[in-house]
């Protein structure tokens, strides 16, 4: 999921409102988008959607009344805070958005050498990163379990961004020759 993508948008809009369903699927809610605690600020409105974890920042394009008999707001755009995620979350979502084919491996896991074999017969265009050799690799599952929503095991799998899942999601992919056209469809480096 780009967050980043989102910047710019509205409260409402559909880019927001797909993240927000999204999330919701791995957060066992009911499916239907919690009512945000909106808390009002001279410089911004916050949406809050504690269930989800998440909140949004919008900075108005005038300064807001924070009376309590005062106008419910129209912020104006989605500020970049908005997404602050730690220092280790970006890290890990950078790496999901700037490698086409992205593989968090744990290095003496089988499914993962499987997974790395399978996708290095077809590209050399992949990054992989063996969390058992990070430092915070127990913080890098916890980001990725999010991220996911809830895949918890290695290795796991992004194509263009997208969580495929892991092992057993690549080789139905691979063994119903979908594999190879989605790579190409992404515009990676074929052997």
Same mark, same amino acid.
Do not use: F, R
């Given at each position: 999921?780009? *967050?980043? /993508? *989102?910047l710019g948008q509205k409260p409402g809009s559909n880019d927001i409102t797909a993240v927000l369903t999204e999330v919701t699927k791995g957060a066992n809610i009911t499916g239907i988008i @919690?009512? @945000?605690?909106?808390?009002? +600020?001279?410089? /911004?409105v916050y949406y809050s959607y504690l269930p989800l974890g998440i909140s949004f920042n919008f900075? @108005? !394009?005038t300064p807001l009344s924070t009376a309590r008999n005062a106008p419910k707001p129209d912020p104006a755009l989605l500020n970049a805070t908005d997404l602050a995620l730690s220092p280790l979350e970006a890290r890990v979502q950078g790496l999901i958005d700037n490698n086409k084919v992205m593989v968090f491996s744990k290095s003496y896991c @089988? +499914? !993962? /050498? /499987?997974?790395k074999k399978l996708l290095k017969s077809y590209t050399p265009d992949l990054h992989i990163l063996e969390v058992d050799h990070e430092s915070e690799g127990a913080a890098i599952k916890d980001v990725l379990i999010k991220i996911t929503h809830g895949h918890k095991t290695f290795p796991s799998i992004f194509l263009q961004s997208v969580s495929i899942g892991g092992w057993d999601n690549l080789e139905a992919m691979d063994k119903k020759k979908e594999l190879k056209p989605r790579l190409e469809a992404m515009g990676v480096e074929l052997l």
């Open positions: 999921m780009n *967050l980043h /993508a *989102l @919690p009512e @945000p605690d909106v808390k009002i +600020y001279k410089d /911004a900075e @108005p !394009s @089988p +499914y !993962s /050498a /499987a997974a």
